[in-house]
C-alpha cells in the first residue's frame, strides 16, 4: 500500500497571507503511461470532499486560481497565494496511481 | 448534474451488519466505478474498494476483505455497500464516490451516511 504523509497536520494562517501543505508518497505517483495521478481535495466541516486539483497541478472548474498544485514523483505541494476565510477545513492529498490513499489530512484555520 | 444520494444513519449493535445504497443520477451509472471511502469522527478518508457496476466485478482493501460486499441494481442505478461484523471501530461516515477513469480519482461524492456502531 502506498502511503501518503502530509505536513503540517495543523495551519493556522493569517487571512491574506500564503499557505502551504506538503505531501510525501512513500513509492513514486508517475503511472505506466507517463502521468503522476496525485489529487488535492478541500472538505469543508460537515461537507463531502470536494476536489480541488488533479494530475498534480490541474485545476477544477470554479476553483479559485489562488489555488495551485505543484511537485512530482513521491514530493508534492499545495499553495494558497491569498488565504480566505472560505478556505478553512482540511485538505487531503490523494493518489490514484496504485490502489487509492489519502493522506492524513492538514487542517487549515484563521489565526 | 451528476447526483449521488446515500441512504440515511443508521444505528447498529456490535455484531450486526449495516447495508448502505447510493442512488446515481445524471449520468450513464454502468460507465464509471464507484468506490467507498469511509471517514471516522474527526479522522481522515480511508479507501473501502470498488465496484464496477457494468459487470459487477469488485475489489476490496485488504483491510475490509471477508467483511464487506459491493453489489449493485442497474435497473434503479443503485449501488450498495454491506459491512459485516460490526464493531465500535466501524463508527464513521461512509461515502460513495465516483471514479473517473481517466483522471484516475474521484469527482463526485454523496452526502455520507453516518453508521454508528453501539450497544
Known amino acids: 500500500d502506498v502511503v501518503m504523509t502530509q505536513s503540517p497536520l495543523s495551519l493556522p494562517v493569517t487571512l491574506g497571507q500564503p499557505a502551504s501543505i506538503s505531501c510525501r508518497s512513500s513509492?513514486?505517483?508517475?503511472?505506466?503511461?507517463?502521468?503522476?495521478?496525485l489529487n488535492w481535495f478541500q472538505q469543508r466541516p460537515g461537507q463531502s470532499p470536494r476536489r480541488l486539483i488533479y494530475?498534480?497541478?490541474n485545476r477544477d472548474s470554479g476553483v479559485p486560481d489562488r489555488f495551485s498544485g505543484s511537485g512530482s514523483g513521491t514530493d508534492f505541494t499545495l499553495k494558497i497565494s491569498r488565504v480566505e476565510a472560505e478556505d478553512v477545513g482540511v485538505y487531503y492529498c490523494?493518489?490514484?496511481?496504485?490502489?487509492?490513499?489519502f493522506g492524513q489530512g492538514t487542517k487549515v484555520e484563521i489565526k | 448534474q451528476v447526483q449521488l444520494v446515500q441512504s440515511g444513519a443508521e444505528v447498529k449493535k456490535p455484531g450486526a451488519s449495516v447495508k448502505v445504497s447510493c442512488k446515481a443520477s445524471?449520468?450513464?451509472?454502468?460507465?464509471?466505478?464507484i468506490n467507498w471511502v469511509r471517514q471516522a469522527t474527526g479522522q481522515g478518508l480511508e479507501w473501502m474498494g470498488w465496484?464496477?457496476?457494468?459487470?459487477?466485478?469488485?475489489g476490496y482493501a485488504q483491510k475490509f476483505q471477508g467483511r464487506v460486499t459491493m453489489t449493485r441494481n442497474t435497473s434503479i442505478s443503485t449501488a450498495y455497500m454491506e459491512l459485516s461484523s460490526l464493531r465500535s471501530e466501524d463508527t464513521a461516515v461512509y461515502y460513495c464516490?465516483?471514479?473517473?477513469?481517466?483522471?484516475?480519482?474521484?469527482?463526485?461524492w454523496g452526502q455520507g451516511t453516518l453508521v454508528t456502531v453501539s450497544s
Open positions: 513509492q513514486s505517483l508517475v503511472y505506466s503511461d507517463g502521468n503522476t495521478y
Open positions: 464516490a465516483k471514479w473517473d477513469i481517466v483522471l484516475m480519482v474521484y469527482d463526485d
Open positions: 445524471g449520468y450513464t451509472f454502468t460507465s464509471y466505478d
Open positions: 494530475k498534480v497541478s
Open positions: 465496484m464496477n457496476p457494468n459487470s459487477g466485478n469488485t
Open positions: 490523494m493518489q490514484g496511481t496504485h490502489w487509492p490513499s
